[in-house]
């Protein structure tokens, strides 16, 4: 069974500070597909990444950047320069895969990190 | 980008009445939709799998008789929670999967919120 862990239930950081989300995830199969997405206040989910299982490659987004490492099963969210707009809910999830390589599509979601950034 | 819509957005009703949320794909298709539900400060827990023309496929533990789906065409799936009670008041969220897309793309609709009084 698949299994997504966020340990850091709420972090809270001033403006400007650094912060990485941790994700470790648990699953039996070799292709899978990893997620981060938002959740600001009004509730909708806000995509902010997707990397499968064969790509380690690290990513870079403005102040996003992700960190995958399939030896540890972790996949974390770092927060560069924060600002208070970053203020949501962030979710880690995961999804299994065919042979082929097609996500089902069942999301496993991780219990999520309450992040506040305060000016 | 595609878009996925939600309604109502929000739902108040009285306990043991049944309401129904609509899920559409409003540019795309999609043959594949999901039903997550969220309650308050916690996480996203898939309920079932809707498939157009066929029926759902439930998550251990969700009594399928009380959240009946309904996927009746390729922008339509439906969750009806029958004969509501406040312990079902929660955020409920579907996602889509473009029929034909990438298989692991799929889109989330803005969710519904329920409160049974």
């Known amino acids: 069974a698949q299994k997504v862990t966020q340990a850091q239930t709420e972090i809270s950081v001033v403006e400007k500070e650094d912060v990485t989300l941790d994700c470790v995830y648990e699953t039996r199969d070799t292709t899978y597909y990893l997620f981060w997405y938002k959740q600001p206040p009004s509730g909708e989910l806000v995509f902010l990444i997707r990397r499968n299982s064969f790509d380690e490659q690290n990513e870079i987004s403005g102040r996003y950047s992700w960190n995958f490492q399939k030896s540890t099963s972790s996949f974390n969210f770092t927060i560069t320069a924060s600002q208070v707009v970053d203020s949501a809910v962030y979710f880690c999830?995961?999804?299994?895969?065919?042979?082929?390589?097609?996500?089902?599509?069942?999301?496993?979601f991780g219990q999520g990190t309450i992040l506040t950034v305060h000016p | 980008g595609a878009v996925v819509s939600q309604h109502p957005s929000w739902v108040i009703c009285k306990s043991g009445t049944s309401v129904k949320i609509e899920c559409r794909s409003l540019?795309?298709?999609?043959?594949?939709m999901f039903w997550y539900r969220q309650f308050p400060k916690q996480s996203l827990m898939l309920m079932a799998t809707?498939?157009?023309?066929?029926?759902?496929?439930?998550e251990q533990g969700v009594e399928k008789d009380k959240f009946l789906i309904n996927h009746a065409s390729l922008t339509l799936s439906t969750l009806t929670v029958t004969s509501a009670h406040p312990e079902d008041s929660s955020f409920y969220i579907c996602?889509?999967?473009?029929?034909?897309?990438?298989?692991?793309?799929?889109?989330f609709g803005p969710g519904t919120r329920l409160l049974v009084l």
């Open positions: 996602s889509a999967k473009p029929t034909g897309g990438v298989g692991e793309t799929q889109y």
């Open positions: 809707s498939n157009e023309g066929s029926k759902a496929t439930y």
């Open positions: 999830a995961l999804s299994e895969a065919n042979a082929g390589g097609t996500s089902y599509g069942k999301l496993t």
């Open positions: 540019d795309f298709q999609a043959t594949t």
